[in-house]
């Protein structure tokens, strides 16, 4: 069984400074632009994905 533990900001940033270490800053909003681009790139490719599918099933329709 793991036991679980966890430490404030603020302690967190006194054992880095005593190890030489930059402290954390407690940022409310990540700065991932490579994660937000992916997530983009990922919309538009499933909204491509929807319409090909739509235009295959009118397509299938009509050559019924």
């Known amino acids: 069984m793991s036991m679980e533990e966890s ?3 603020e ?3 006194k ?3 005593s190890l030489g270490l930059k402290p954390l800053t407690e940022d409310k909003e990540p700065n ?3 994660e937000a681009a992916a997530e983009k ?3 538009k490719q ?5 319409k090909e599918n739509e235009n295959k099933r009118i ?3 009509i050559a019924k």
């Not at 499933?46 to 929807?50: F, V």
């Open 7 to 9: 430490i404030s900001l």
């Open 11 to 13: 302690e967190t940033n």
């Open 15 to 17: 054992i880095r400074i």
């Open 32 to 34: 991932n632009s490579a």
């Open 41 to 43: 790139n990922y919309a």
């Open 46 to 50: 499933r909204e491509r994905e929807r």
């Open 59 to 61: 397509y299938d329709s």
